[in-house]
């Protein structure tokens, strides 16, 4: 299969167009089907430095982080190593007897316990940082611990953090609705008290080793720092940079104390296409079994129903850390059935189509994107250029 330089002038124009119209300072694009790249585009320069981006840029995960998050929990539930359904306090203390926020701001005794499934759901009741009374809890929480490692301590560790977490008010009872939340940063610690090791660990151990994803972590050495891109925010004066510090995650240069599963790691394009094809794969990557089969299919297969719940992603529901695609007639572009993937905040994007044996993945950081128009603009070429 040969590169398809058709899809690649059309990507590039709307890459071009996003940056003329000021939603993105620079982006790259990676297109794999059959194991093969058919497209490979990018445009505009890193706002900091000026330099053209390269197909080696190392790009700031964010969210994208939570389906690796996912992976190493499919691999502890596939070895036996951890059930789903146990009360996650026999793993994490800080979710023993927790409380719901109530309306009038009083607190009642949870039905149940959190579950690991309720993570992978994003149903636990957990919340991010923000201004209605359950994120108000969590934002007192990620604002103490900004300020202790801006003053040069450690801040909290993985294991540390979510219980912490566990000790706030639930928004609602476990299992009764979907709240996008610190879920993933308390699977992490699930991952590091099951396997005995330190989740920054784990995934280097078990799964970017084993992937040959050389330039994905928490931290970089000192000599790959430079092939970060520079962050940036949208302002009425156009792109400017911007220092990140969204979430204790942005400080690279050294491991943190809390490894994010939900929010820290950085990737390249190729690094994150390898992850990709082993899922496509059934878990294997270059014969080496990751994951298995069944646990691929698991992870893949629909979990909640959240049609109504976020605007943007209409015919998809949700389910163990990832969106999955249902209703393609219900989408706002192109879509096919059974498609799967996430984004991340500064506007990563990745998202695997099993029954074209294809992987797209798109790199923006720019603030508050997530799935910009830009992104869905390239969607809509891809599906309609692979089908020519």
Partial sequence: MSLNTEMEKKVTATLEKGIEEGEIPCANMMVIQNDRMICYAQAGRDPGTGETLRRDTIFRLYSQSKPVTSAAVAMLIERGMLDAYAPLEKYLPGFA?????????????????????DL?????????????????????????????????????????????IGKLPLAFQPGTNFRYSTCADVLGAVVEVVSGKKFSDFLREEIFEPLEMADTGFSLPKEKLGRLVTCAKRSPEGIQVMECRHLNVGDYSREPAFASGGAGLVSTLDDYSHFASMLLHGGEYKGQRILSPATVRWMSSPQTDFKTRWYGLEGFDYGKLMR??????????LARAGEYGWDGWLGTYFEN??????????????????TCGTTRKVRNIVLSEIEK
Wanted: proline share 7%.
């Fill in 97 to 117: 007897n927790p409380k719901v926020l109530l309306e009038n701001g009083e607190t009642e005794p949870a039905q149940r316990s959190v579950t690991v499934m």
């Fill in 120 to 164: 992978l759901g994003m149903s636990a009741g957990l919340s991010y940082p923000g201004d209605d009374p359950a994120g108000q809890y969590a934002a007192k929480l990620f604002d103490e611990n900004q300020a202790a490692m801006s003053a040069g301590k450690p801040g909290l560790s993985t294991v540390e953090m979510a219980n912490e």
């Fill in 324 to 333: 999955i695609c249902v209703r393609p007639g219900q989408s706002g572009g």
């Fill in 353 to 370: 189509f099993p029954d074209l044996q294809m992987t797209l993945l798109v790199n923006i950081n720019v603030a508050d994107t997530g």
